[in-house]
């Protein structure tokens, strides 16, 4: 029986993002399927690969490998990291529209992996619309009175980032 990949030597971590990076360009679906629940740090599907400056997802979603990107997904491969080379995310490196909805409906705010943050990336097509409405909910909350802190948080929010 195969046991989990140890990911505690960043030799071996580079082993394996080769070896994933290379089933994602290939289309080796079954190959991959199979790998992916051995390996140890599941997180690992989104390190950049030396190489390249690019994730197993952005390669997937480049040469239009539809059920690798699914798969990948599902795995919690996140969709904001911008590869090295050109800066793009892995929906802007999608060469069909079928991949840009898939990555569409998967997007999340929080990971269901073992992340603790909020990606602060969104995609699509309305982003001024969707920050016009976050903008408005913002104001909204700002407006309560007793929570100065909060009202200076979510100034300092939009400010920096919005």
């Known amino acids: 029986m195969l046991s989990p990949f140890s990911s505690t030597n960043d030799n071996n971590d580079s082993n394996i993002i080769d070896l994933l990076y290379k089933l994602c360009k290939d289309n080796e679906v079954e190959k991959v399927r199979s790998l992916l629940p051995f390996i140890g740090n599941i997180n690992i599907i989104n390190k950049i690969q030396s190489s390249t400056g690019s994730t197993c997802l952005h390669v997937a979603c480049?040469?239009?490998?539809?059920?690798?990107?699914?798969?990948?997904?599902?795995?919690?491969?996140?969709?904001?990291?911008?590869?090295?080379?050109?800066?793009?995310?892995?929906?802007?490196?999608?060469?069909?529209?079928?991949?840009?909805?898939?990555?569409?409906?998967?997007?999340?705010?929080?990971?269901?992996?073992?992340?603790?943050?909020?990606?602060?990336?969104?995609?699509?097509d309305d982003l001024l619309g969707k920050r016009r409405e976050f903008r408005e909910a913002i104001d909204l909350y700002k407006t309560y009175d007793n929570h100065h802190l909060i009202s200076k948080l979510l100034a300092e929010v939009i400010h920096y980032y919005l």
């Open 62 to 124: 480049y040469y239009g490998h539809r059920e690798m990107v699914q798969i990948l997904l599902e795995y919690g491969a996140l969709h904001s990291i911008r590869n090295l080379r050109h800066n793009l995310t892995s929906y802007e490196e999608a060469q069909t529209d079928d991949i840009k909805k898939l990555i569409l409906e998967h997007q999340k705010l929080f990971s269901n992996n073992d992340y603790d943050y909020i990606e602060w990336s969104l995609v699509g």
